[in-house]
């Protein structure tokens, strides 16, 4: 008696998102394209998803992407529009889209004895633009697991995604703080 094919496909679904693998490309030039899930603890929104390019072994331009920022690249991934994102350590990551495909620009600044920056390219052909955009959703949905629940702007107790204050009581200390000050000094 063999196992329901149906039931194994399930089990290996379910263990791949369990063990997200990275995810890479190489172009007809030789770079390659790699997105790796981090797998760190990090506050709510946090969490990164790494998109390496690497012209050769020894040309690599990496950057971290925030998972509160990831959903805008999906979105252009999926209408096939021009996103263009920089990080709070100057990383940057251009996706352009063109007659072929896509054009992936990395540039990521080196805080070495000097500042440099490391850019490198790869251009993914159309039909590799579903899979990139799956990768980065699988990668999403590891970072998210990585991070702390969101919590109250005011008093740090749990909220649902999207929320900002745990409750009006809350909402009010936070409007209050906005008060411009009415004492003189
Ligand atoms: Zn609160």
Not at 85 to 104: K, W, Y
Request: hydrophobic share 40%; charged share 25%.
């Amino acid at each position: 008696m063999s196992a329901d094919p149906t039931f194994r496909q399930a089990v290996a679904t379910v263990l791949a998102e369990l063990t997200p693998q990275p995810w890479d490309y190489t172009d007809g030039s030789g770079a390659t394209l790699t997105v790796i899930p981090a797998g760190l603890r990090e506050d709510y929104g946090r969490a990164e998803v790494m998109i390496r390019a690497a012209a050769s072994k020894t040309e690599a331009a990496e950057l971290g992407i925030k998972s509160s920022g990831l959903p805008g690249l999906l979105a252009a991934l999926d209408e096939g529009t021009v996103w263009s994102h920089v990080t709070s350590l100057d990383d940057q990551l251009t996706v352009t889209p063109d007659a072929a495909g896509l054009l992936l620009v990395v540039t990521d600044v080196v805080y070495d004895s000097a500042i440099r920056e490391r850019t490198a390219t790869v251009h993914l052909p159309e039909e590799q633009r579903m899979p990139l955009a799956s990768a980065l959703r699988r990668a999403l949905d590891v970072a998210r697991g990585w991070e702390d629940p969101p919590v109250c702007a005011e008093c740090d107790a749990e909220v649902e995604p999207g929320v900002t204050w745990c409750s009006t009581r809350c909402r009010n200390a936070a409007d209050r703080h906005d008060l411009p000050e009415v004492s003189g000094e």
